[in-house]
Nanobody
Framework: VQLVESGGGLVQPGGSLRLSCAAS????????MGWARQVPGKGLEWVSG???????YYTDSLKGRFTISRDNAKNTVYLQMNSLKPEDTAVYYC??????????WGQGTQVTVSS
C-alpha cells in the first residue's frame, strides 16, 4: 500500500489549494479515505473522511471551507481548501481506513498560509 500526497505549498490568506493523494496497492474504491493535519509540537487533528459510497464527513470547524472528494478511476482522493487562514498551516496527511487494523498514512504535504 502506498499513499502519496501532493499539492501543498505556500498560499496567501484567503487563497485556495487542492491537495491530492494518489493511492496504490489496494482496491481503492472499496475503502474509506481521509485527511488529517498536524502542526509541529501539536497532536494530529482529523480533518475529513470519505467513505467508499462517497459520503463525506468533516470536522465541524472546517465545514464550508474544505471539501473532500475521490476519483475511483484515478485512485485519488482530494482535499479542496478554500478561504485559507494562517491557522490552517500544517502538514496534511492522507490516510486509508482498512477494514481491520490501524490506519495507513502517507508521508504528508506541507501547507503554509502566510502573507
Amino acid at each position: 500500500v502506498q499513499l502519496v500526497e501532493s499539492g501543498g505549498g505556500l498560499v496567501q490568506p484567503g487563497g485556495s489549494l487542492r491537495l491530492s493523494c494518489a493511492a496504490s496497492g489496494f482496491t481503492f474504491s472499496d475503502y474509506a479515505m481521509g485527511w488529517a493535519r498536524q502542526v509541529p509540537g501539536k497532536g494530529l487533528e482529523w480533518v475529513s473522511g470519505i467513505y467508499s459510497d462517497g459520503s463525506t464527513y468533516y470536522t465541524d470547524s472546517l465545514k464550508g471551507r474544505f471539501t473532500i472528494s475521490r476519483d475511483n478511476a484515478k485512485n485519488t482522493v482530494y482535499l479542496q481548501m478554500n478561504s485559507l487562514k494562517p491557522e490552517d498551516t500544517a502538514v496534511y496527511y492522507c490516510y486509508l481506513d482498512p477494514t481491520s487494523g490501524s490506519r495507513i498514512w502517507g508521508q504528508g504535504t506541507q501547507v503554509t498560509v502566510s502573507s
